[in-house]
Structure formats: structure tokens, C-alpha cells
């Protein structure tokens, strides 16, 4: 698989699986606000935060949830996949310095379509913050 390629439909089997994982800070979060439009003040004022039931500030669930487009996008199946579904379910808190490992794993094949199925997690350490399945058309050989 070359940088600007990425794996085709033929060369994907179920169960195969990668991952990718970035350290949140400070300035992710307040790009990704700017970017975003996503002001919501549990993201960017300590303050406020505190007085929440996270009780301290929190990384915007999209944010973690855009790693699992870095997987699928850079690494499985790469440049030349197209990304057509997502579920998410916002399972626990991402806060600064937190270290993301977002995580994909084909769990079904649909060759008439060239679509593939992907169980999608994001962890930080053991817990679980982020769960879903992505769908994917992937280019084929042929």
C-alpha cells in the first residue's frame, strides 16, 4: 500500500484490524472549537466545566470520533476508501492529555457492492469512550 493508496476490496478479509492513537491537548481542543463551531463552554471554560458532572473540562466527542476517520482514511482501508456510514455511542469522557487509540475491525464483507462493514472503537487506556460501526466502499482490483 503505497501513501497514495490504499488497500483494495480484494485484499481485505474480516477480522483484519488497525488502529490509531493521538495524546489530546489544550490547542486540539480549541481547533477543533474554531473548526467546528462547537463553543459549548464544558469544552473551553474550566469555570463552567467545573460545575458540570464531568467536573472538569471535556475534548469534544467528535473530535475522538474523527480518529476513526484517520484509521480508515491512512490505514484500512486507506487513500481511496470512501466513508458512507457512522454510528457513534458516547460511551465516558476524553479530557487533556488523554491518549485516544482509535481502533477498526472489518466484521463483514459485501463484495456485490464492494462495501466494507467496521466495528469502530476509541479507548483511552482499558475504557471504552467511543463505540460504533462505520460502512466504507472500498475501490476493487477489478
Given at each position: ?24 491537548s ?41 480518529f ?59 475504557t ?15
Amino acid at each position: 500500500m503505497s501513501s497514495a493508496t490504499g488497500l483494495t476490496f480484494e485484499q481485505i478479509t474480516q477480522g483484519q484490524s488497525a488502529s490509531f492513537a493521538k495524546t489530546v491537548s489544550e490547542a486540539d481542543i480549541v481547533l477543533f472549537a474554531g473548526v467546528s463551531g462547537d463553543t459549548n463552554p464544558v469544552h473551553l471554560d474550566q469555570s463552567y466545566a467545573e460545575t458540570t458532572m464531568f467536573k472538569s473540562r471535556i475534548a469534544h466527542g467528535m473530535l475522538s470520533a474523527g480518529f476513526i476517520s484517520t484509521v480508515l482514511g491512512t490505514k484500512l482501508p486507506g487513500p481511496g476508501a470512501i466513508y458512507l456510514s457512522q454510528s457513534l455511542k458516547f460511551k465516558a469522557p476524553v479530557r487533556i492529555g488523554d491518549t485516544v487509540k482509535a481502533t477498526a475491525t472489518v466484521t463483514a464483507l459485501d463484495p456485490a457492492k464492494k462495501r466494507v462493514t467496521l466495528a469502530t472503537v476509541c479507548t483511552v487506556g482499558e475504557t471504552v469512550v467511543i463505540e460504533g460501526e462505520a460502512v466504507v466502499m472500498v475501490p476493487s482490483q477489478a
